[in-house]
């Protein structure tokens, strides 16, 4: 029973939690008449022994007191006598629970939003220094136009931005007070909710003590931010692993974030950004597991609800390991120019500003501009020349409206310089984004 029953080796974790909530307790129902002032100050006195004692590696957890709830109870009164039995006066571990992991999730909101902030900059960093570097940008991952790898640095800045919105949210939404609701219905004790809501910072006391202690939401919704973040860092992970092989060549990492082989002396793997993309799969699994737990649960607390807390704090140390290395490749790569220049001249990556000089040059319609491009490529397909090199005589044999001033669109560079609609890839945008987003997150 005391192997499957005892929470306390994963619920330590909340030692702090769950003596700040303890002492706003404490404090409340001295306050409310409900406590002695001798009795107030010898619990928050033994209250704060106890947190150095943990603070300082001197308590010991016992697995025969279950889980941190009465660890700090049991010691409370082996410190203080049996004023500490009058610390749980209207409260139940139901409430204290849903107190402490609360904080607890609040806090993590806070540090993953800070991990983010230094992962966005990491990529601001990047995209400064690769304003105007030319890449292939891919649909199907096959070339498709010329960006720069300033804009793809960006589209993660922008990813993450939203990852952080939804920690924010869920950090909003969950600044809601359970402690008071005791074990489910309320207390006939006259308490001062108002009291313990302010002094651990929440935004108001819950409404309804049912849902209060039997709501996980907000623990959901972490898992579920968590989950799609872990899409975003396993895509940017996949991302690595292809500029870095061979083939591609687009990107280099240093030796502190390459692994060799044992047997194959060539080989520079990126074993951080392979971990990465596989550990998304432990937090899509926590988001999961939460669910299934907690969709069949009857009102109020039920203990199934105690394997909450493994699942989040497996899916945050995940998580923030996860930002953490990546915020490491990010400032550890280094873009090979040449090699993404040259890719992007591959694959006829500017047809695209072929048919659209037509429409702009020789009033075409586009779906017939996009035919005429489409048999130049063909044609300096069969000549084996890229498009810019294809001679003038070729493209008016296409189309006669052709004339010499196409050449100036066919470059990559004209290409991205081009791309000036708001949000689009040109450098002077990724420029002004880089701003914005300086700005934004200072
Ligand atoms: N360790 C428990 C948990 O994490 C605390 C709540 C226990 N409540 C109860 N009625 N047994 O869920």
């Not at 909530?21 to 306050?31: R, T, V, W």
Request: charged share 25%; aromatic share 8%; proline share 3%.
């Amino acid at each position: 029973m005391q192997d499957i029953n005892a929470s306390i080796d994963v619920d330590k974790r909340l030692w702090a939690q769950d003596i700040a909530a303890s002492k706003a307790h404490a404090n409340m129902l001295e306050a409310a008449g409900l406590l002695s002032n001798e009795d107030a100050r010898a619990i928050l006195h033994g209250l704060d022994t106890i947190a150095s004692e943990i603070a300082e590696g001197r308590f010991i957890f016992r697995k025969e007191h279950e889980d941190i709830h009465l660890n700090v109870e049991t010691r409370l009164a082996e410190l203080i006598g049996p004023a500490a039995g009058r610390l749980h006066t209207a409260r139940s571990r139901n409430d204290q629970v849903a107190t402490d992991f609360k904080l607890w999730v609040r806090d993590a909101c806070d540090e993953i939003d800070r991990a983010f902030l230094d992962l966005q900059r990491a990529f601001l960093d990047q995209a400064e220094a690769h304003a105007d570097t030319v890449m292939p940008g891919f649909t199907h991952l096959q070339t498709a136009q010329p960006v720069t790898f300033g804009h793809h640095c960006l589209a993660y800045v922008e990813m993450f931005a939203r990852d952080r919105g939804r920690f924010c949210d869920a950090r909003a939404r969950l600044n809601v007070n359970p402690l008071g609701s005791a074990a489910l219905a309320g207390t006939s004790f006259a308490l001062n909710r108002e009291m313990t809501t302010k002094a651990l910072g929440f935004a108001e006391a819950s409404r309804n003590s049912l849902d209060a202690v039997s709501d996980r939401d907000f623990a959901l919704e972490f898992l579920g931010a968590a989950a799609i973040a872990g899409v975003h860092l396993s895509r940017f992970a996949e991302e690595i692993v292809v500029w870095c092989s061979a083939p591609f060549g687009f990107v280099r990492l240093t030796d502190a974030f390459s692994t060799g082989s044992s047997i194959m002396p060539q080989k520079r793997n990126p074993d951080a950004a392979e971990l990465v993309r596989a550990k998304s799969g432990a937090l899509f699994a926590a988001s999961q597991r939460l669910l299934v737990v907690m969709k069949g649960l009857a009102l109020a607390y039920a203990k199934d609800m105690q394997d909450d807390k493994a699942t989040v704090f497996e899916a945050f140390d995940t998580l923030a390991l996860m930002i953490a290395a990546t915020a490491g490749m990010v400032r550890d790569l280094t873009p090979d120019a040449a090699r993404m220049r040259e890719a992007a001249e591959g694959g006829y990556s500017t047809a695209t500003d072929l048919a659209d000089w037509l429409v702009r040059a020789a009033g075409v319609p586009f779906r017939e501009a996009h035919h005429i491009a489409g048999r130049a490529v063909k044609r300096a397909e069969a000549l084996g020349l890229k498009l810019p090199d294809l001679p003038l005589g070729e493209l008016q044999a296409i189309d006669a409206r052709i004339n010499g001033d196409v050449y100036s669109v066919l470059s990559v560079d004209a290409s991205v310089r081009s791309r000036t609609s708001f949000g689009g890839t040109a450098p002077q945008n990724v420029l002004s984004q880089i701003q914005f987003w300086r700005g934004k997150l200072a």
